[in-house]
C-alpha cells in the first residue's frame, strides 16, 4: 500500500487539524479540510495563509511555496471522498465513531482512516466499523508544523500494511514516525506520567519547593522543570489525564493521582490560565537564592568508584588520590563522605556523610541532602548544591529511574522498542535523552538498585521494577 500521492480528508479544522492540512499540503497533497461548525474551514485557511506568509517574511519558505501550499487545501462544507481520511476533532469515543460510520458509507474500501486522537484506544474506536483494518492512529504532537514526531498507533484490529504505509508517509512529511500498540497513554503519555508524579511525590513530603525542583531538573537538561510544566498546561487537564490513565491501566498504583495535584484543582488554582497554580502568574518561579562557596582545603581527598562522574571528580581534584574497588561513587573528605545516591539517605551513612543527584549535565544545580560541609565539595565540579530532604533518590535520580522504568514496561509489554520510545520522547516532549540512552549512561542494576530501595521506603506498587529491566 502507498499513499504517497494520495488525496487528503482533514475533518477538524482546529489548530491541530489546521496544522495537519498544512504539512500535507507542504508535502504536496490536494487537501480537503472539513470542519462541522460553518465557517471555521475558511477562517483556519485564512489563519494559515497568514502563518505562511510570517513564514514568507522570516525567509524559512518562498513565496512561491506558500503560495502553491495554500492553493493545494480546499475547504469543504460536507465529507468528501479520499484516499486518505485524518480525523482531529474532539476527544469523545461515540463522537468519533459516530465520524467513522459516516465516512465508511462514502469512502471507497482501500481508503485509510487515521486518527489523532492522544487518549482514546483506537481499538475502541475501530469497534463496529465494517471494515476496522483500515482504521490507524497518526498521533501528531502540537505544533504540527514544527513538532517531528507522530505515533503510529496499531489498534487489534489495524492491519500491518495500513500502519506501514500510515509510516512511511508521516516520513515523506518530514516526521519521524514511531509504532506503538494501542495502549493507555501509547508511548509518550504513558512513559512521562513519572516525570509529573514523582515531582508531586516529593511535594507530598514537603521535600523541596517547587522552584528547586524545578531547577534541578532544569539542569538536568529538561526545558521546563514540572512544576512549571504543570502550570502550563493547566493542573485540570493534567489531573483530568492522570485519572483517565489511572481508570485506563486497572487502578494500578503507578499512576496514582495525587492529593497535592488535587488540591490545586479544588482552589481553581489551574496554572497560567488562571493566574495561580504552584507559582503566581505572570511572575512565574521566584529565583533561588545565590550560592557561593570555597570549601575548605582537605588534608586527604580519595574519589572512590568508576565511571565517568569518578572521572570528573579525578580532573578537578588534582591532588586526590583513587580508590578504584570501591563500591561506591564520589568522594572522600578527611574521613567524611560524598556519595551519589544510591536510593539510601545520607543517614543510613552515618555524621558527616552527603548524598548528591545524579549529575546528568557538567554544570548546574545539583540536589544533595545531608552533611552541608561535605556538599559543598560539589562546587568543585561546577555543580551548585542545593539541600532538599533526605529521601531515597533525591530528585533527578528517582525521576530518571522511574522514567527508564515505564519505558521498560513498554517495551517488555510490546507498545514500542527501544529505540521508538527513545526517539518518542525526545521528539515529543524534547527529553535532554531517551529512556534507554539513560539506561545505558546509568546502567541496569544501579537502577533496579534505587527503585528497590524506594520501593522498601514507601511500600506498594509504585516503585515495582520492570521485569524487562531486571
Not at 219 to 243: K, Q, S, W, Y
Request: glycine share 8%.
Amino acid at each position: 500500500m502507498n499513499l504517497n500521492d494520495s488525496h487528503v480528508l482533514v475533518v477538524g479544522a482546529g489548530l491541530m487539524g489546521a496544522g495537519i492540512a498544512q504539512v500535507a499540503a507542504q508535502a504536496g497533497h490536494e487537501v480537503a479540510l472539513f470542519d462541522a461548525r460553518p465557517g471555521a474551514a475558511e477562517a483556519a485557511k485564512s489563519k494559515l495563509s497568514a502563518m505562511l506568509d510570517g513564514l514568507v517574511t522570516k525567509g524559512r519558505l518562498t513565496a512561491d511555496a506558500a503560495q502553491a501550499a495554500l492553493a493545494r487545501i480546499t475547504p469543504v462544507e460536507a465529507l468528501a471522498t479520499a484516499d486518505l481520511v485524518i480525523e482531529a476533532i474532539v476527544e469523545n469515543l461515540d463522537v468519533k465513531r459516530a465520524l467513522f460510520a459516516e465516512l465508511e458509507a462514502l469512502l471507497p474500501p482501500e481508503a485509510v482512516i487515521a486518527t489523532n486522537t492522544s487518549s482514546i484506544s483506537v481499538t475502541a474506536l475501530a469497534r463496529g466499523m465494517q471494515k476496522p483494518e483500515r482504521l490507524v492512529g497518526m498521533h501528531f504532537f502540537n505544533p504540527v508544523p514544527l513538532m517531528k514526531l507522530v505515533e503510529v498507533v496499531s489498534g487489534l484490529g489495524t492491519s500491518p500494511e495500513v500502519a506501514q504505509a500510515v509510516f512511511d508517509l508521516a516520513g515523506r512529511w518530514g516526521k519521524t514516525a514511531v509504532h506503538t500498540r494501542s495502549t493507555p497513554g501509547f508511548i509518550v503519555n504513558r512513559i512521562a506520567r513519572p516525570y509529573y508524579a514523582e515531582t508531586l511525590m516529593l511535594l507530598q513530603d514537603r521535600a523541596a519547593a517547587p522552584e528547586l525542583i524545578d531547577a534541578v531538573l532544569r539542569a538536568a537538561g529538561f526545558r521546563m522543570g514540572p512544576c512549571e510544566l504543570m502550570d502550563l498546561i493547566g493542573h485540570d487537564t493534567n489531573f483530568a489525564v492522570t485519572h483517565s490513565v489511572f481508570a485506563a491501566n486497572f487502578f494500578d498504583r503507578r499512576f496514582t493521582p495525587s492529593l497535592v495535584q488535587q488540591e490545586l484543582v479544588d482552589a481553581g488554582f489551574f496554572g497560567r490560565k488562571s493566574g495561580r497554580g504552584f507559582y503566581r502568574y505572570p511572575e512565574g518561579a521566584p529565583a533561588l537564592p545565590a550560592v557561593s562557596i570555597a570549601p575548605p582545603r582537605a588534608a586527604r581527598l580519595v574519589v572512590h568508584g568508576r565511571g565517568a562522574l569518578a572521572e570528573r571528580f579525578v580532573a578537578n581534584l588534582p591532588e586526590a588520590v583513587r580508590e578504584l574497588d570501591s563500591d561506591w561513587v564520589g568522594l572522600a573528605v578527611d574521613g567524611r563522605q560524598l556519595r551519589l545516591t544510591d536510593g539510601r539517605r545520607a543517614r543510613d551513612f552515618g555524621p558527616g556523610t552527603a548524598v548528591f543527584d545524579l549529575p546528568l549535565a557538567p554544570t548546574g544545580d545539583i540536589a544533595y541532602a545531608g552533611d552541608a560541609q561535605t556538599a559543598e565539595w560539589l562546587t568543585r565540579l561546577g555543580l551548585v548544591p542545593r539541600a532538599v530532604a533526605d529521601l531515597p533518590g533525591l530528585v533527578v535520580a528517582r525521576t530518571i529511574a522511574m522514567l527508564i522504568n515505564e519505558a521498560a514496561d513498554a517495551v517488555a509489554q510490546g507498545v514500542c522498542d527501544e529505540a521508538g520510545a527513545d526517539a518518542a520522547m525526545k521528539l515529543g516532549v524534547n527529553y535532554p535523552a531517551g529512556p534507554f540512552e539513560w539506561l545505558a549512561f546509568w546502567g541496569s542494576a544501579p537502577v533496579a538498585a534505587l527503585l528497590n530501595r524506594l520501593d522498601h521506603h514507601y511500600r506498594g506498587e509504585r516503585y515495582r521494577v520492570s521485569p524487562y529491566l531486571k
